[in-house]
Structures are given as structure tokens and as C-alpha cells.
């Protein structure tokens, strides 16, 4: 077994473990390291409370750990998953993952409770705990048996849908906290209600947002799905509709916003079904190895950052005249999801990087929004558009067209290649200085 020698010159970082190529070895090393980087790292004062040195000594702590997990994962992602999975029998979720590697690999992953507290903090005191996880995942995506295998899992239904579904049945009509979820006909209406936002996404509304796919997905009777957003608080758009604000950047700021669950969990489920469909293990000889359904988004008012998203993976784009487009990745300082890897599809290179390197709003009118709009029609027509949208779409030849459509444009390769790198940048920016200080100035505004 390789040793870890217990202190290093500096007297501050012990020195990394010598990997052996031998997984138990291995990891038993890891574990040692990470034992004593954790007692060093606690006898520092909380984040906000420590001077210039001890800042920089928790910095040199964190790197070092992070590097040895990437270290070990690098060797040995295959096994690591083996033994998280039960050999790829159970399919484990993003939080699954976590807690059984919590459990069954110590110091691969940070503990619970430094989860739980981190969880307790606003964004800017937080350890940082969650980047550990961006090298963990990004590690298993990187893998691609073990990626491919956990893009797939990611797809099958979240837990308690099909009890939804049971429920849903009886009633045509499901209510969630931030989503309303409606059956009329053969089309599913998906309703975002977290007006007191502007319809911003949270982490409420990313684990109803799976729910309300799931159940249009899942129940044989609909054959399309429609996105809008409903009526906002807002006093500036009171009582009129908005598609989506992107990211709830008062929820990032306090804390609220999940790497597991939000920013890793959203691509990896809901949107990566609106693109790429659900799995079930149902599925005969003859069925698609997805069942697939044609979508419209309806936007009012305008779409911002993760509302922006959804266009690029929907199949109708109807938009008021009036509204605009925005990925404000530039102003934001983070990734704005998979939307550098689909928009460029779209608009061309030209654009994109004017999108999302410069900040450039799309708005109604101008040649670049047609090139991500089917059409653009007076607000009060919105509706009627989605009716005819709706029946062009809902023929029996479009899911599969569809589905093989999902193929050609976004190969599993080149999906998870990105998302490989995504789980590990976006991890790192969501703890950056320029993010930071940005959410902390908008704070502070009246």
C-alpha cells in the first residue's frame, strides 16, 4: 500500500499520495489523505472569519484534495462506479451516487455533514464543497462506459413519477409547487407558476420541471407538450405572462441553488429529455430506444438564460412579438448549461459568440431571433399559434422523425464528451470571485 507522508515542507498541505495503479491500495490512500486534510482544514476558522494566509492555506488544502480525487478517479472511474452501481445492476441517480459513495468509498467524496453545512451558508461563505463533486462527476463522465451508463439512468423516469402519473390519470390535472401540469385532448399544457421570480428557475422548479416531462412522456394518451410560462408577481410585468428569467440569482446568492440537483441534475434530466427522450425498461424489440414526443414553447415576454435553453431542444419556437432572447452567460460569469453546445447549431458561430461572449439580446425582428423562431405573432394570438402548432405536430410519423432527428444532430459522443467538461467548469464558476462579487453587488441593490 503507498503511504502518505504526514506533512509537507511547508508544513501547511501534506504531500499527495503516490498511486500504486492498485484500486484498494489506492484508495485506502485517499482516504488517509483526505483524513488529514480535513483535520488541517478544521482548525482553520469558517470562511468568512479567516485572514489573508489562512485564506491561502485553505485554498492550497482544497487543491491538493481535489487533485488526488481527480488522481485516483483518472485511474480508477470503471471500478469506482462498480462498486456504486452493485456491477451496473442498479441504476443510482446524481444524489444516489453521492450517498453511496459517501458510504462505501470515504474521502472520495465529501461527507453529509460538510454538504449539509456548506448547504447552510449564502454562496460567498461556503467551503466550496460542491467543486469536489464537478471532479467527481466530471470523472465519471469522462468514462465513457461509466458516462454512457449514467446519461442513461438520468433518463428513465425520477422517482415518484409514476405515482404522479397513477394520480394524474383520474384528474387530467397536476399542481406542484412551482409547475401545473394539464391534459386537454391529445396535447400536455406545462405552466410554469414561480411568478414571484419571473418565472426564474430554483431548485423547486427543476425537480417539478422532471416531474411535468415524466407525465407527458410517460402517459400514451398525449402526443405534445407545450411550455409557457403563466402570470408573475412582478411589478413591472404584473399580472402578464413570462416564459422564464434563467437562474434565480437571489436563490444563488443565499445559497439555494444545488450543483447535484440544479445544475448538474437539470441537463442531465429534464432538458436532456426534452431533447433525447425517456427510457423505460418496458421497451420491446420494435420500440425506439426512447419515446420521444414533439414539444412547443410559447414564450411571452421574453426567455433568459435557461428559458433560452429550452428553445434549442424544443421543435416549435412561438414567440410574442415584442420579446427577446438572452443567454447572459457574459453577465453571470457561469455556463449557461448545454446552450454553447446547441446554439451554434442554430444561429452559426458568428452569433453565438456574439449570444454568449458579449451578452447580445435577440430580439423579435431582427434576422437573428427568426433563425430560433418558427414564428413571432401579436401577444394576443400567442395561443391560437400553439393550437395550430399543436396540430401540425401531433401526426404519427413526427415522434419517430423526431427521435431520429435527436440522433443526427446531438450524438451520444459528442453529448457526453460535454457534459464531462461542463460538470467539472460549472462546478468551479459557480465558486468563482467574478460570480461572487456579481451576485453580492445585485444584492445589494434597492
Known amino acids: 500500500m503507498t503511504s502518505v507522508s504526514p506533512v509537507s515542507p511547508t508544513g501547511s498541505v501534506p504531500t499527495l499520495p503516490t498511486p500504486t495503479g492498485q484500486f484498494d491500495a489506492d484508495r485506502a490512500a485517499l482516504q488517509l489523505y483526505i483524513d488529514r486534510t480535513d483535520r488541517l482544514l478544521g482548525l482553520l476558522p469558517r470562511r468568512p472569519a479567516r485572514d489573508p494566509e489562512q485564506t491561502e492555506q485553505a485554498a492550497a488544502l482544497h487543491e491538493a484534495r481535489r487533485t488526488a480525487r481527480h488522481a485516483f478517479l483518472t485511474r480508477h472511474a470503471p471500478q469506482v462506479y462498480d462498486v456504486l452501481t452493485d456491477g451496473r445492476t442498479v441504476r443510482q441517480r446524481l444524489p444516489d451516487l453521492v450517498r453511496q459513495a459517501q458510504t462505501h468509498l470515504p474521502g472520495l467524496v465529501p461527507t453529509a455533514a460538510q454538504l449539509v453545512d456548506d448547504r447552510g451558508r449564502i454562496q460567498a461563505h461556503k467551503e466550496g ?31 415518484g413519477s409514476r405515482d404522479h402519473l397513477n394520480r394524474f390519470r383520474r384528474h387530467d390535472l397536476l399542481e406542484l409547487d412551482t409547475v401545473t401540469v394539464e391534459r386537454h385532448g391529445p396535447t400536455m399544457y406545462v405552466t410554469f407558476h414561480n411568478g414571484h421570480c419571473l418565472n426564474a428557475e430554483d431548485n423547486q422548479l427543476i425537480a417539478d420541471m422532471e416531474t411535468a416531462v415524466d407525465l407527458t412522456l410517460l402517459d400514451e394518451r398525449v402526443q405534445v407538450g407545450v411550455l409557457r410560462g403563466g402570470p408573475v408577481d412582478h411589478p413591472r410585468y404584473a399580472g402578464r405572462r413570462v416564459f422564464s428569467a434563467g437562474i434565480n440569482l437571489k436563490a444563488l446568492r443565499n445559497g439555494a441553488i444545488s450543483y447535484v440537483d440544479f445544475l448538474l441534475g437539470r441537463e442531465l434530466g429534464y432538458v436532456n429529455k426534452l431533447a433525447h427522450g425517456l427510457l ?18 410559447a414564450v411571452d415576454s421574453f426567455a433568459i438564460g435557461g428559458g433560452m435553453q429550452l428553445l434549442l431542444v424544443v421543435d416549435r419556437v412561438l414567440v410574442a412579438e415584442g420579446a427577446f432572447l438572452s443567454l447572459p452567460a457574459a453577465d453571470e460569469g457561469i455556463v449557461p448549461g448545454l446552450g454553447n453546445l446547441r446554439l451554434t447549431r442554430l444561429t452559426g458561430a458568428r452569433i453565438a459568440r456574439q449570444v454568449l461572449l458579449s451578452g447580445r439580446r435577440l430580439r423579435t425582428g431582427e434576422a437573428a431571433a427568426e433563425l430560433l423562431c418558427d414564428e413571432v405573432v401579436p401577444a ?15 401526426g404519427p410519423a413526427v415522434a419517430a422523425n423526431r427521435a431520429m432527428l435527436s440522433l443526427a444532430e446531438e450524438p451520444r459522443e459528442t453529448l457526453r464528451s460535454y457534459l464531462a467538461e461542463f460538470a ?23
Open 129 to 159: 464543497h460542491e467543486i469536489d463533486l464537478g471532479v467527481f462527476f466530471g470523472a465519471l463522465l469522462r468514462s465513457p462506459p461509466v458516462g454512457n451508463h449514467l446519461i442513461d439512468t438520468m433518463l428513465h423516469p425520477a422517482p
Open 280 to 297: 423505460t425498461s418496458d421497451a420491446g424489440w420494435s420500440a425506439p430506444a426512447a419515446v420521444h414526443k414533439p414539444w412547443v414553447a
Open 380 to 394: 394576443d394570438r400567442l395561443s391560437d399559434a400553439v393550437d395550430r402548432a399543436v396540430a401540425e405536430l401531433a
Open 424 to 446: 467539472v467548469v460549472q462546478a468551479e464558476r459557480i465558486y468563482s470571485a467574478d460570480v461572487l462579487d456579481r451576485v453580492e453587488r445585485r444584492w445589494a441593490r434597492p
